[in-house]
Structure formats: structure tokens, C-alpha cells
């Protein structure tokens, strides 16, 4: 089964940058669409950003559009989110989750692997 732990989050001022991570285990990622999903108190999962099998084609949502940006590397079974000039409404839990799919997939409902979460806190 696999199963996906992201790491990399914390408090950061405005308009810093943080990296996050999101390591596989118990399978490959390599055959797997990624997505990076954000969730902010009392609001719904939202897609951030999304990648393909093979890392040629990405997606991402015009609120971090510029900013942010996913890439992975499959010899390592992790992929990544670079998020830079970080601002207050980008304070959520980020989550990864996979699908074994060659396609980019930018909807919710086809990831069925997720990891805990990770707690990124923008500060004034």
C-alpha cells in the first residue's frame, strides 16, 4: 500500500518561501499523477498545484500561479512544492496525494492516496 508523508512546513513571514515534500513509500511514484492540495479552517480542500507521470506537464491554480511550483523526481519517489512570496492566504494544512495514472489530473476526486498533511503558517 503506499502511503505518502509530507514534510518541509512551519510559521514563515510574509513573503518568504518554504519547500515542501512529499516522500513515497511502499510503492512507486513513478507511475503516478501528484497533486499538492491546501485546506484553510472552516474552507474546502483546494487544489495547488498538480503534475504528471512524468513531470512534463503541470497544472496550477491562478492564486499561487507564479509563485509556487511543483516539480518531482521519480528516481527518488518524492515530489516537491516550492512555494516563494508567500502571503497570509496561503496559511493552510498542504497535502499531497497520488493517482496511478499517466494523465495530469486536476480534480480532487481521482486521488486516492494522501498523505497527513503539513501545517504551513503565514505570518505578518
Known amino acids: 500500500q503506499l502511503q505518502l508523508v509530507e514534510s518541509g512546513g512551519g510559521l514563515v513571514q510574509a513573503g518568504g518561501s518554504l519547500r515542501l515534500s512529499c516522500a513515497a513509500s511502499?510503492?512507486?511514484?513513478?507511475?503516478?499523477?501528484m497533486g499538492w492540495f491546501r485546506q484553510a479552517p472552516g474552507k474546502e480542500r483546494e487544489l495547488v498545484a498538480a503534475?504528471?507521470?512524468?513531470?512534463?506537464?503541470?497544472y496550477y491554480a491562478d492564486s499561487v500561479k507564479g509563485r509556487f511550483t511543483i516539480s518531482r523526481d521519480n528516481a527518488k519517489d518524492t515530489a516537491y512544492l516550492q512555494m516563494n512570496s508567500l502571503n497570509l492566504e496561503d496559511t493552510a494544512v498542504y497535502y499531497c496525494a497520488a493517482v496511478q495514472t499517466i494523465a495530469l489530473i486536476t480534480t480532487k476526486g481521482p486521488y486516492n492516496y494522501w498523505g497527513q498533511g503539513t501545517q504551513v503558517t503565514v505570518s505578518s
Open positions: 503534475i504528471n507521470w512524468s513531470g512534463n506537464s503541470n
Open positions: 511502499g510503492g512507486p511514484l513513478s507511475d503516478k499523477a
